[in-house]
């Protein structure tokens, strides 16, 4: 009989153990799982703001996009501009009419130096001297708008490399195309050259004739994406 009621209490002891091991195991569990739920939960507010920066990002880059692609177009244009000016059907004044008050004035819209303008005026009071006036006018008319075609091709080639990060690669190459041919023709078109070879004036021919084919490129191009965004 005393073994029995041994046998029982070691039984009942071990009962005990296995429902305080279970216990264990569950409290374990119980609590590993919460851990895991919490470092879930972190992750995923983690991924959301993530999410919220990237979106934030998209809407920045979209957003200067929008506002880069007018801008460069606006120079690239501008620069076509001055530079085709230069050269075509351009009326040169004759100076026929003017006195010295309307050459002051022409002056003033050169931006031409005080030397220069004491030059030429030298020359004009001169009445055998009035046509080498008027030609030294038109020879520093041509270097000056040169500098000024000069100066703004160099403004839209600047604005391409500060922005080039918001470009697509198809509208960076088509930008990128345009700005050296325009360098190309604008260097044929330097006044300081008073004569080029046949070969040379075939090859800013064909420059030139390239050039409004790229301009329709990168106009279609940047059209297309600010369209689809």
Same mark, same amino acid.
């Given at each position: 009989?005393?073994?029995?009621?041994?046998?029982?209490?070691?039984?009942?002891?071990?009962?005990?153990?296995?429902?305080?091991?279970?216990?264990?195991?569950?409290?374990?569990?119980? %609590?590993?799982?919460?851990? /895991?739920? @919490?470092?879930?939960?972190?992750?995923? =507010?983690?991924l *959301?703001?993530?999410?919220?920066? &990237?979106?934030?990002?998209?809407e920045?880059?979209?957003?200067?996009?929008?506002?880069?692609?007018?801008?460069?177009?606006?120079?690239?244009?501008?620069?076509?501009?001055?530079?085709?000016?230069?050269?075509?059907?351009?009326?040169?004044?004759?100076?026929?009419?003017?006195?010295?008050?309307?050459?002051?004035l022409?002056?003033?819209?050169?931006?031409?130096?005080?030397?220069?303008?004491?030059?030429?005026? %030298?020359?004009?009071?001169? /009445?055998? @001297?009035k046509?080498?006036?008027i030609? =030294?006018?038109? *020879?520093?008319?041509?270097?000056? &708008?040169?500098?000024?075609?000069?100066?703004k091709?160099?403004?839209?080639?600047?604005?391409?490399?500060?922005?080039?990060?918001?470009?697509?690669d198809?509208?960076?190459?088509?930008?990128?195309?345009?700005?050296?041919?325009?360098r190309?023709?604008?260097?044929?078109?330097?006044?300081?050259?008073?004569?080029?070879?046949?070969e040379?004036?075939?090859?800013?021919?064909?420059?030139?004739?390239?050039?409004?084919?790229?301009r329709?490129?990168?106009?279609?191009?940047?059209?297309?994406?600010?369209?689809?965004?």
């Amino acid at each position: 009989m005393e073994l029995i009621i041994d046998f029982l209490k070691v039984i009942g002891g071990v009962s005990i153990l296995g429902y305080l091991s279970r216990l264990m195991a569950q409290q374990v569990f119980k %609590k590993n799982m919460a851990d /895991y739920q @919490g470092e879930i939960t972190k992750e995923l =507010e983690k991924l *959301k703001l993530q999410q919220q920066k &990237n979106f934030k990002d998209f809407e920045l880059f979209t957003s200067k996009k929008h506002e880069k692609y007018p801008e460069m177009y606006f120079h690239l244009e501008t620069a076509y501009g001055h530079i085709s000016s230069l050269e075509g059907n351009v009326e040169a004044l004759t100076f026929e009419n003017f006195d010295e008050e309307d050459l002051n004035l022409h002056f003033d819209e050169l931006k031409m130096t005080s030397f220069d303008r004491a030059r030429i005026i %030298k020359l004009w009071r001169n /009445y055998e @001297g009035k046509q080498s006036a008027i030609r =030294e006018i038109q *020879k520093i008319g041509r270097v000056i &708008n040169y500098r000024r075609a000069d100066e703004k091709w160099r403004e839209a080639n600047n604005y391409y490399y500060f922005n080039l990060l918001y470009f697509s690669d198809v509208v960076s190459k088509s930008c990128k195309d345009l700005i050296d041919h325009q360098r190309e023709y604008l260097n044929f078109l330097n006044p300081k050259y008073d004569f080029i070879s046949s070969e040379e004036t075939r090859a800013k021919t064909e420059i030139k004739n390239m050039i409004p084919g790229i301009r329709n490129s990168v106009k279609t191009e940047m059209q297309k994406e600010l369209r689809i965004e």
